[in-house]
């Protein structure tokens, strides 16, 4: 591809594009219009992978946690050092003391974490905050939704009325038990639904939006792929027979062959202006015009290549 088109087209820019797309992630939050990639199943039960591109934003799972793993950068630091913080990205992995740019703030990692040990903190976002925990004792009186450690446990009063102090949260049915943080159930955060999580042996209660936003195809997501579709197919040509050659040179079907024939013939005419390879133009840095060759700039007054006898 490069060896044909790199002179004339921006072929460099085209095969960028999608190079990042990454597969789908429910710990990740996606803006809108960014794409990845996801296995979908059809009618028929087969399964296949595409890209789709988000029509809206969709929240990724935050787990709780009391672990401070940004702080932001509020003491002197060189302004070599701020102007080199990349942007922040939930697909890498940060060490401690990395600087990152969020917005236009800067933020110092204070624990290593990242995208591959399924550990992603935004800077300055909280979704949870740690609840006081107090210890049961009998001959008090609690108040409703109040959070009390009893046996190793966590309990809080869901109902006041009839509630006999000297019985002990285990036994009182006015007591709930707080079950462990889980990624398969969703958590209000509503504070009037009291929607308390255990985790790291602490209590939390959500107070932004710490689920996953269910994907629906043509709802908040649809079906794009952002690549050229000429660049793909040919490129796909090229690849398999090379790779074929390499598996069983002497066992390749004829229509492999034919494919690879043709895109190799795509991508030569391409180069000498025979077809329209719908690909954008490499621009000259003065007149600010398409890139054509010598031949054609020369002794051709019209740059309409069917009429460019060089170029046979």
Not at 146 to 173: H, I, R
Request: net charge negative.
């Amino acid at each position: 591809m490069l060896e044909y088109l790199d002179q004339y087209y921006e072929i460099e820019k085209l095969l960028l594009v999608g190079k990042c797309i990454g597969d789908y992630s429910p710990a990740v939050s996606y803006p809108a219009n960014v794409h990845f990639r996801k296995k979908v199943t059809d009618v028929d039960g087969k399964e296949t992978e595409k890209i789709f591109k988000t029509l809206t934003a969709i929240n990724g799972y935050k787990k709780p946690t009391a672990l401070i793993y940004w702080e932001q950068v509020m003491d002197f630091v060189s302004l070599d050092v701020l102007e080199k913080a990349p942007r922040y990205s939930q697909l890498l992995m940060y060490a401690k003391g990395d600087i990152v740019r969020f917005g236009t703030e800067y933020w110092r990692c204070l624990i290593p974490h990242g995208f591959k040990a399924n550990e992603i903190h935004i800077p300055g976002c909280v979704a949870w905050k740690e609840v006081e925990v107090t210890p049961w004792s009998a001959n008090m009186e609690w108040e409703q939704h109040k959070v009390v450690s009893y046996a190793e446990g966590f309990y809080t009063l869901t109902e006041v009325e009839d509630t006999t102090p000297n019985v002990a949260p285990d036994e009182n049915e006015n007591w709930a038990m707080i079950g462990d943080y889980s990624l398969d159930y969703e958590y209000s955060n509503d504070e009037a639904d009291h929607d308390y999580v255990v985790a790291e042996g602490k209590v939390f209660l959500p107070i932004l939006d710490p689920n996953t936003t269910a994907i629906v195809e043509n709802v908040n997501i649809v079906v794009d792929d952002p690549r050229n579709a000429s660049v793909v197919e040919n490129m796909s040509h090229i690849a398999i027979w090379y790779a074929l050659q390499l598996i069983s040179p002497t066992n390749i079907s004829e229509a492999k062959r034919w494919a690879f024939e043709d895109s190799m013939k795509w991508l030569y005419d391409a180069s000498k202006f025979k077809i329209n390879p719908q690909l954008p133009r490499k621009l000259e840095h003065v007149p600010g015009e398409p890139k054509v060759d010598w031949a054609l700039a020369t002794f051709q007054r019209s740059y309409d290549p069917n009429q460019n006898p060089w170029l046979i």
